[in-house]
């Protein structure tokens, strides 16, 4: 089995700043990439940063300049760090894990449980 856990939410003010953390655990081979998705009430999870394996990063345009996402590959965690946090940043955050396994080798997708990030006044 596989676990996706999440961490670092809450609530914050406007221009604020928040960490989110994810750690991947369990059996499997590797992990190849690693991100957070967000979604808000009623609407579909959108990507909001991801790592590959490789090191190449991509962002949502929305973010880009204020969000980074960095990886421990030895630790299998991914950080994002939320800067100049906006009201339209409210939304519940989901790490996802790219986990490749062996025997027979194949690539799974592992979601974590999700953490609320509310940014408000």
């Known amino acids: 089995q596989v676990q996706v856990v999440e961490s670092g939410g809450g609530l914050v003010q406007p221009g604020d700043s928040l960490t989110l953390s994810c750690a991947a655990s369990?059996?499997?081979?590797?992990?190849?990439?690693m991100g957070w998705y967000r979604q808000y009430p009623g609407k579909q999870r959108e990507l909001v940063a991801v790592?590959?394996?490789?090191?190449?990063?991509n962002y949502a345009d929305s973010v880009k300049g204020r969000f980074t996402i960095s990886r421990d590959y030895a630790k299998n965690e991914v950080t994002l760090q939320m800067n100049s946090l906006k009201p339209e940043d409210t939304a519940i955050y989901y790490c996802k894990a790219d986990v490749e396994v062996t025997n027979p080798p194949r690539l799974y997708d592992y979601w974590g449980q999700g953490t609320q990030v509310t940014v408000s006044s």
């Open positions: 790592s590959s394996s490789s090191g190449n990063k």
């Open positions: 369990g059996r499997f081979y590797r992990v190849r990439a």
